[in-house]
Structure formats: structure tokens, C-alpha cells
């Protein structure tokens, strides 16, 4: 029995094939069929350039690079062409200097679907920052994009060791990303109560160290 | 009226500190991966988690993969796929495909271009076939021929075939003159 990441709902059942952390329903599964459909795919033949391996393959990703690349572009307010040419980008550099990048794949160390999504996203926004630098003029940046921060303003700083890598990296993610609890415990793998307290025993420490002298 | 400060919220406080100390490091994409799925080892996730921490992108990126991979993906549109498979073709397949050059010189079963080459021999076949009987045929033609040899023909009785030879050319004229 485990509880379904996606839904909530209890469900008893294999875990899910890409990634033992997530655990999700056939409802969610059916969902992420070409994710499922990826780990199938045979990589050895895929690496000598099997032509009937590598259409199995882009039937597979491409909903998942649709997804990354449209999210990662979002923000830049690009067209829907836009959006195909990135997401071409990500094949064309997957198969570039025979294959040499998807010859870099590791599947003892993360399933395919992960490490193809972290290659989407980082070819996104480097096609994206090509397009903004190619075509926006001054004038449509925005203002605060510009602005240079105003150094000053004193800020305290946390000394060394105060913090824990992971306490630090949670205030960030829910303060300067302003994400909620149920985001940083699905990106951590943790509970959410293990961020509630992690994130509760580093500000006893930030306020305990800095009694007397907060701004 | 009182004196007594109020305390900063936690947000605040955390606002109020300088938090971005750390310069920020390179991380693989493996590395990166591995890290969103929480496969390496405390050491390393430790390492990990110090440069996303010092880095808004890497943070904004990881926020927003481990969301996609958490949750049903939408259908693309179909010209993606189509032209991404269109990089890889027939080059790379011949290229994966070698392997002795016993093997090279065989048709490439399954594949279009060898089908193609297959129904042009073999409509070339039906042709040259179909043209030969029309023809005659060989084997008519020879008991044609060996049927002239043995029938005589106007009192005239040929010994030899006729032939394209100067001596059975020859030969012919004087069976002709007698």
C-alpha cells in the first residue's frame, strides 16, 4: 500500500518505474505513459543511432520536453514557434556529434525522464536568452530588471555554520521563492512536517544568534 | 506610547539578512538530476544543496522540474515529434546497420530504398521474360533452326547451319549456286 503523490488517494501497487520516490496511482501513471514508455526505450541502440530506437524515443519525450520547455519559456513570453524550436533544439542536441550527449547518460545514477527534463530546461533558457538578447530592445525591458541593488543597505550576515546546507537552501525556497510547504517537501523528498520543523529550528537559531541586534 | 520593539516575522528576518555568500558552482546535469531524485549520498546532496541555494535559477529550475515530474504531462502538439525525428534518417541508420563487408554487399532488408531497388530488378525480370517468349523463345528458335537443317528445300539440302562465318558464308554461296 503507499499513498499517491498526485491524488492523495491509498493504492496498493508497484512503485512508480521512473523514480522509487514517487509514488503515484494508475490514474496519475496513465497520465505519464510516455515517461513510462522512455524507460523502455533501448539506449545502447539509441547511442549507434538506430533510427527505428531513436522514433520510439521522440514518441516518448516528447510530451515530457513539451511540458519543460513551455514551462521554462513562459516567462519569457515567447510565440509557439517559439516553444518548437526550443523543444528542437533539445532533440538536435541530444543526437549532435553522434549522440555524444545522450552517450553521457548515467542510469545507475537518475531515470531517464529526470536527467532528460534537466537537459530541456537548461536548453530552454539558453535558447530563450539567445532570443531576448537577439531581439529585445532597452526599451522593452522592464525597469526592475535594470535596477541595481542598493548596496547601502546593511545586511547582517549569517556566519558560517550557523545554518545547514539543507536549513538554508528551505528558508530560500519558501522565503525568496516564496513556495509553499507541500513544493519544497515534493522537491526535497521529505514530509512537509520535516520542513515545517527544519525551517521552525533554523530561525530559533537565526533569532537566538542575532538577538539584540536585528534591524 | 511604547518602547518595546516589535519582533521582525520570520519572513522579514530572513530578508534582512545577507544570505548570498557563497559563490555559486558548477553542477552537472547527472548531478543535478540524481540530486532532484534524492540518489546521492549525503555528501554530495550537501554539496548540491549549497549551489542551489546560491542560486536562484537552479532553484527556480529544480522548483519547477520536480512539479512537471510530479503531475500528468499534456499531449504535445503532433509537428514536434515529427520533426524531431526527422534528424536522425537513413545515414544513421546504414551507419548503425554495418557490420562485415559480406554484410554491405547484401540488400539492406526492411529498409525503402533496398524495397525500391528489389520492385525495379523485378519488373526489369517480368519485362525481359515476357518480351522473350513474345520472342519466340530459345529454345523454339534453335528447333527452328535445327528443323531448316534437316528439311530439304527446294532440292537444295543445307549440311551446315547457316552461319555468320566467313567460311560458312562461303559454304552457303555454292550450296546456293548448285
Not at chain 1, 41 to 58: M, N, P
Not at chain 2, 104 to 123: D, H, K, N, T, V
Request: contains cysteine; charged residues 25%; hydrophobic residues 45%.
Amino acid at each position: 500500500m503507499f499513498l499517491c503523490l498526485d491524488c492523495g488517494t491509498t493504492v496498493a501497487g508497484p512503485h512508480f518505474a521512473t523514480n522509487p520516490d514517487r509514488l503515484l496511482c494508475g490514474r496519475a501513471q496513465n497520465g505519464n505513459a510516455g515517461v513510462t514508455e522512455l524507460n523502455q526505450i533501448d539506449l545502447r541502440a539509441l547511442a549507434v543511432g538506430s533510427k527505428r530506437t531513436w522514433d520510439a524515443f521522440v514518441v516518448a519525450s516528447t510530451p515530457l520536453i513539451n511540458a519543460v520547455v513551455r514551462r521554462a519559456l513562459a516567462t519569457y513570453r515567447l510565440s509557439e514557434d517559439d516553444v518548437m524550436d526550443a523543444a528542437q533544439d533539445v532533440f538536435v542536441r541530444l543526437c549532435a556529434n553522434d549522440f555524444r550527449l545522450l552517450k553521457t547518460y548515467d542510469p545507475a545514477r537518475a531515470g531517464l525522464s529526470t536527467w532528460l527534463a534537466v537537459v530541456s530546461r537548461s536548453t530552454a533558457v539558453d535558447y530563450a536568452r539567445r532570443r531576448r538578447q537577439a531581439a529585445t530592445p532597452i526599451d522593452d525591458v522592464p525597469e526592475a530588471a535594470l535596477a541595481v541593488e542598493d548596496r547601502h543597505v546593511e545586511k547582517l550576515k549569517i556566519p558560517e555554520g550557523l545554518l545547514t546546507e539543507r536549513q538554508t537552501l528551505i528558508l530560500k525556497c519558501l522565503y525568496d521563492e516564496e513556495r509553499d510547504v507541500a513544493e519544497v517537501a515534493q522537491l526535497l523528498k521529505i514530509d512537509a512536517q520535516t520542513v515545517r520543523s527544519t525551517h521552525h529550528k533554523a530561525l530559533l537559531r537565526l533569532r537566538e544568534h542575532f538577538r539584540g541586534e536585528e534591524p | 506610547m511604547s518602547t518595546e520593539r516589535t519582533p521582525l516575522s520570520d519572513k522579514d528576518l530572513w530578508r534582512s539578512l545577507a544570505t548570498d555568500q557563497v559563490a555559486p558552482t558548477a553542477v552537472s546535469e547527472m548531478d543535478f538530476a540524481a540530486w532532484l531524485e534524492g540518489r546521492l549520498s549525503e555528501a554530495d546532496a550537501a554539496r548540491i544543496d549549497v549551489a542551489v541555494s546560491a542560486n536562484p535559477e537552479m532553484r527556480r529550475a529544480a522548483l519547477e522540474l520536480s512539479d512537471i515530474l510530479g503531475k500528468p504531462l499534456p499531449a504535445p502538439p503532433p509537428r514536434l515529434a515529427v520533426r524531431a525525428q526527422a534528424l536522425v534518417g537513413f545515414e544513421a541508420e546504414k551507419r548503425a546497420g554495418r557490420g562485415s563487408w559480406l554484410a554491405s554487399l547484401l540488400p539492406a532488408f526492411g529498409q525503402g530504398f533496398a524495397l525500391q531497388r528489389g520492385a525495379l530488378a523485378g519488373m526489369a525480370i517480368v519485362v525481359a521474360a515476357v518480351g522473350f517468349t513474345l520472342g519466340g523463345g530459345l529454345g523454339e528458335s534453335y528447333a527452328t533452326q535445327k528443323y531448316a537443317m534437316k528439311q530439304p528445300s527446294n532440292g537444295v539440302t543445307l549440311s551446315k547451319p547457316l552461319g555468320r562465318d566467313t567460311t560458312n558464308e562461303l559454304n552457303d554461296l555454292f550450296v546456293d549456286a548448285t
